[in-house]
């Protein structure tokens, strides 16, 4: 089994058939997915979504990952950094998205919170990056206390006619420079 990244709890590596009904579950739920799509996927749907691509190969480090309990090795959801992609510019040099998500049933352990530091350290470390962003549903308050717990910067709000969003960056601690923090 490769693994990707390691913390105190979890282990990150490529996804595996044997995950596929647990990712459906979270999928399939409303609780979860309210945040994330706005609304539950139908199994057939979810399994459409499984990152297959994950199966084969390791070729490239910017990809959310399957988190894994180390204690049992249960999948409790996924994480990871992928390439900062910005409309009319493409992919951002540099940069990557941060991105946790856990199962409902894992919510309020700390597992995101330690996720998100375990890459936000990747990315320095590993990846060189210069700056981590993050986008979450306005609504969010749980993940919004995570980024600014994990010391992310609110930017910006972007508004939209059914959902908004606030956009969050990390400066790489090696460089970083204050952005000034608005809220609309």
Request: hydrophobic share 40%; charged share 25%.
């Amino acid at each position: 089994m490769v693994i990707i990244l390691k913390s105190e709890r979890l282990l990150f590596r490529p996804h595996e058939l044997a995950d596929l009904d647990s990712f459906c579950a979270m999928e399939m739920d409303p609780a979860f997915r309210r945040y994330v799509g706005g609304h539950a996927r139908s199994r057939e749907d979810a399994e459409r979504k499984f990152p297959k691509g994950q199966l084969g190969k390791v070729t490239d480090r910017l990809a959310v990952w399957a988190a894994v309990l180390k204690s049992n090795g249960q999948y409790v959801g996924r994480c990871g950094l992928y390439p900062h992609l910005k409309r009319g510019i493409g992919i951002v040099a540099g940069e990557a998205t941060l991105s946790f998500y856990f199962g409902r049933e894992h919510w309020g352990m700390g597992l995101a919170t330690e996720a998100g530091a375990a890459f936000a350290k990747f990315g320095w470390d590993e990846l060189q990056l210069s700056r981590i962003v993050a986008t979450v549903q306005v609504e969010n308050g749980a993940s919004v206390h995570i980024l600014e717990k994990l010391g992310f910067e609110l930017t910006a709000t972007e508004r939209g006619s059914h959902r908004s969003f606030f956009k969050f960056v990390l400066a790489n601690p090696g460089s970083r420079k204050r952005s000034p923090r608005k809220r609309d």
